[in-house]
């Protein structure tokens, strides 16, 4: 297997972002039409945190002893209109440089709960990998 190929090979380059205007609606209409599960929120370019479809599940399922006497649909549209992106993302994710090596991010996914990390460069959003790019890359190798 080759040793030092840079996260930037195999990153997903072409984002589908969301901003702290955008509504948690828009978050899961997002995460389900294009089949990810982690979106980078931005403001231009500048990474501001990470949208996870789990944070969604999180909120979602910490609403549901509360709002007993809501239909399961309900559930989500009662959470939704309670909280924002940036109250629900994950402020300052750990973010890697274009450089860093797929053995370096593994080593660090391999150490934490979260699947994905945004590719940073210059302060400017350039990417996002996660643990599908990682096994993608893994079963080319064979």
Known sequence: MKQRIPVSQ??????ITLNVSNTLYDAEKLLKNHKIRHIP????????????YS????????????????ETD???????????????????????????TIKEVVEILSEQTFHSIPV??????????TTTD????LLKQY
């Open 74 to 100: 309900g559930v989500s549209a009662v959470v939704y209109d309670i909280f924002s992106i940036s109250q629900v993302m994950t402020k300052s994710p750990m973010i890697v440089e274009p450089n860093t």
């Open 41 to 52: 929120v931005v403001e231009d370019k500048k990474l501001l945190g990470v949208l996870s």
């Open 120 to 129: 940073v460069e210059n302060g400017e959003l350039k990417g996002i990998v």
């Open 134 to 137: 990682i096994l993608k890359y």
């Open 10 to 15: 195999i990153m997903t380059k072409d984002l």
């Open 55 to 70: 944070d969604l599940l999180k909120i979602s399922y910490a609403d549901v002893e509360e709002a007993e006497d809501v």
